[in-house]
C-alpha cells in the first residue's frame, strides 16, 4: 500500500468563510500516484472544518446565517462558558461541531470519486490567522 500526506495552510481573512479545496486535493491525488484507494481531508483545528456540498453562493449564505442563529457569534462571558477562560471564540467551536471535522473520499481510476455537484471545502469560523488542513490518501 502506498500513501502521501500534505498540509495545505489557509490564512482566511474572514471571521467566517468557505473555501473550495477541491482542486488542491485532486492535484494530490494525482501526485499521490494512487489509482484505488481513500483520500482523508481534515481540519487540524478546533475552529475550522471540511465538509462537502455543493459550490452555489446562495447556499454558502444559507450557512452562514443558519450557523450564526445557531451559535451566534459573543464575545461576551455570559453566552459561552469558553470565553471566560480569555478567548472569544466560543461560537466557532460550535459551528465547527456543527460542519464536522473531516471528509473522506474514495478515490476510483485515480480521481475523486463524487457524486453529482459535490466538492470539498474548508470552513473557516475563527479566521485572520493560519490553520492547517492535513490531506492522508491511501491505496494502490
Same mark, same amino acid.
Given at each position: ?11 482566511? %481573512? ?15 491525488? $494525482? /501526485?499521490?500516484?494512487?489509482? /484505488? ?9 478546533? !475552529? ?5 456540498? #455543493? #459550490?452555489? %453562493? ?5 450557512? =452562514?446565517?443558519?450557523? /450564526? =442563529?445557531?451559535?451566534?457569534?459573543? %464575545?461576551?462571558? #455570559? ?5 471566560? !477562560?480569555? /478567548? ?7 459551528? $465547527?461541531?456543527?460542519?464536522? $471535522? ?13 457524486? %453529482? ?10 479566521? $485572520? ?12
Amino acid at each position: 500500500m502506498k500513501s502521501l500526506t500534505k498540509h495545505l495552510t489557509f490564512n482566511i %481573512p474572514a471571521r467566517m468563510d468557505f473555501v473550495n479545496i477541491t482542486g488542491q486535493v485532486e492535484d494530490l491525488v $494525482r /501526485e499521490s500516484g494512487i489509482q /484505488e484507494g481513500l483520500c482523508l481531508v481534515n481540519a487540524m483545528h478546533i !475552529t475550522a472544518s471540511v465538509f462537502i456540498n #455543493d #459550490d452555489e %453562493p446562495g447556499l454558502h449564505q444559507d450557512y =452562514k446565517r443558519w450557523l /450564526e =442563529k445557531l451559535a451566534p457569534f459573543d %464575545p461576551g462571558t #455570559d453566552l459561552y462558558a469558553h470565553n471566560r !477562560t480569555g /478567548e472569544d471564540n466560543g461560537d466557532a467551536h460550535h459551528k $465547527r461541531q456543527i460542519m464536522g $471535522r473531516e471528509v473522506v473520499v474514495a478515490i476510483t481510476n485515480g480521481r475523486l470519486d463524487f457524486g %453529482p455537484w459535490e466538492q470539498i471545502f474548508y470552513g473557516e469560523f475563527d479566521g $485572520r490567522r493560519p490553520k492547517r488542513v492535513m490531506v492522508k490518501i491511501i491505496g494502490e
